[in-house]
């Protein structure tokens, strides 16, 4: 299989590499944040492979944006994700 452009060429090392990761797996949670544009791959974007449990968010955006107009949205989710997992309430 060959890449037709710069981009296509980076997921199609993405997902060898996620093919070919042979690491143990991770007993904890992971929190998967995804661009709303990325609606093609897989729901966890093979992260479910190695985490004993996780919650997937698509945000709005897409890969360039999610990092900057929508930042908001980013930091307000990971915030959110940090507090549950210290048992702070709001």
């Known amino acids: 299989m060959h ?3 710069r981009l296509s060429d980076a997921e199609l090392r993405y997902a060898k590499a996620m093919h070919a990761y042979a690491g143990g797996d991770y007993g904890g949670h992971v929190i998967v944040v995804k661009a709303g544009d990325q ?3 897989a729901d966890d974007m093979g992260w479910s492979r190695f ?3 996780l919650e997937v968010h698509e945000l709005p955006g ?3 944006t999610m990092l900057t107009r ?3 949205v980013v930091a307000a989710t990971i ?3 940090l ?3 210290m ?3 709001a």
């Open 3 to 5: 890449a037709r452009d």
């Open 39 to 41: 609606r093609g791959r």
């Open 51 to 53: 985490a004993a449990s």
């Open 62 to 64: 897409d890969h360039r």
């Open 70 to 72: 929508h930042i908001g």
């Open 79 to 81: 915030r959110a994700a």
């Open 83 to 85: 507090a549950r997992a």
């Open 87 to 89: 048992g702070v309430t």
